[in-house]
């Protein structure tokens, strides 16, 4: 069995390049439909973006609490000095959702 992929990448090559030019054409003969679906577009993927940048933000001030079993949103991530401070905190018996509220991190 002789396989030549040569000629298959020619052949998708030649496809695409068909299909690249009858777009340009489409959009040469259509300006304003495709000035209208090239702006939503972008649009899109604006909102997107933005969307999933806020929700891997939120992600980052989750904090799971075993004992509470209940995620904790803080009002930021905390620093690192925060971190020992809770862990100092939860040595002495506090859940991780009483030492972030008595440090004033927990968001309302």
Not at 63 to 75: G, L, M, N, Q
Not at 84 to 101: D, H, N, Y
Request: glycine residues 6%; hydrophobic residues 40%; positive net charge.
């Amino acid at each position: 069995m002789d396989i030549n992929f040569k000629d298959g990448i020619d052949k998708v090559l030649n496809t695409a390049g068909e299909a690249l030019a009858n777009g340009a054409q489409w959009c040469r003969d259509n300006p304003m439909i495709a000035a209208a679906l090239l702006v939503g577009t972008r649009q899109l993927v604006k909102t997107t973006r933005r969307r999933s940048e806020t929700h891997e933000k939120k992600r980052q001030r989750l904090i799971w609490d075993p004992a509470a079993r209940h995620y904790w949103e803080t009002k930021r991530e905390l620093k690192q000095s925060e971190w020992l401070e809770v862990e100092r905190l939860k040595r002495q018996g506090m859940t991780i959702g009483e030492a972030l509220a008595e440090m004033n991190l927990l968001k309302r």
